[in-house]
Nanobody
C-alpha cells in the first residue's frame, strides 16, 4: 500500500520561493502519474501541475505556468513542486496525488492522495 507524504510548505513573502516534496513509500512510485493540487480557504480544489511516469511530459495550470515547475526523481520515490515568484493567491493547502491509469487535471482521475502541506504567501 503506497503512501504519499508532502513536506516543504511554510510561510513566505510575495515574490519568494518554496519547494514542496512528496515522498512515496512504495517502489511502484515510478508507475504513477503524479500531480499537484491545491485548495484555498472557501474555494474548490484546483489542479496545479502533473508529470508523467517518465518525467518527460508536464502540464501546468495557467495560473502557475512559468512560475512553478514539477519534477520527479523515481530513484528517490519523490515528486517535487518548485514554486517561484509566489503570490498571495497561491496560498493554499497543497496535496500531491498519484494515478495508476491516465491522470490529468481532475481529482477523480487520481488514486492516491497525500495529507497536504500548507503554503502561505504574505503580501
Amino acid at each position: 500500500q503506497v503512501q504519499l507524504v508532502e513536506s516543504g510548505g511554510g510561510l513566505v513573502q510575495a515574490g519568494g520561493s518554496l519547494r514542496l516534496s512528496c515522498a512515496a513509500s512504495a517502489r511502484t512510485f515510478s508507475t504513477y502519474t503524479m500531480g499537484w493540487f491545491r485548495q484555498a480557504p472557501g474555494k474548490e480544489r484546483e489542479f496545479v501541475a502533473v508529470i508523467r511516469r517518465s518525467g518527460g511530459s508536464t502540464y501546468y495550470a495557467d495560473s502557475v505556468k512559468g512560475r512553478f515547475t514539477i519534477s520527479r526523481d523515481n530513484a528517490k520515490n519523490t515528486v517535487y513542486l518548485q514554486m517561484n515568484s509566489l503570490k498571495p493567491e497561491d496560498t493554499a493547502v497543497y496535496c500531491c496525488a498519484g494515478g495508476l491509469s491516465y491522470s490529468g487535471t481532475a481529482s477523480h482521475q487520481y488514486d492516491l492522495w497525500g495529507q497536504g502541506t500548507q503554503v502561505t504567501v504574505s503580501s
